[in-house]
């Protein structure tokens, strides 16, 4: 699991990943808290399947919204294998965008 702390955002701010799923035993969870909040909600769920390489770097966007503070990312075993699973993340960075929509 990997806790990413946010001490500011605006609602014109992506989370924006570089990921790498191993297996379709496992998946890559982004998760966020919000201020004055103990419970975390689910942001999206990627799949082995999701990736559009399967031997490359893949890229996901996310919309932060304002009162997000901490946003957790966290690879989930979904199957039962022998072998070792991995997710990798990199690249991972908040961008402001200034058009709607995207």
């Known amino acids: 699991m990997l806790e990413i702390p946010l ?3 605006d609602s014109n701010s992506i989370l924006a990943i570089s990921y790498q799923i191993s ?4 998946e890559l969870v982004i998760l966020q808290k919000r201020v004055n909040n103990t419970e975390v909600s689910e942001i999206s769920v990627k799949k082995y399947t999701d990736q559009n390489s399967f031997s490359a770097w893949n890229q996901a966007f996310f919309f932060i ?3 997000v503070d901490l946003i957790l990312l966290v ?6 294998t022998i072998n070792v699973e991995h997710v990798f993340v990199d690249n991972l960075k908040i961008v ?3 058009q709607p929509g995207i």
């Open 7 to 9: 001490s500011f955002t």
């Open 23 to 26: 297996s379709s035993k496992i």
């Open 75 to 80: 690879a989930r075993k979904i199957g039962v």
């Open 65 to 67: 919204d304002s009162d």
């Open 96 to 98: 402001k965008t200034y």
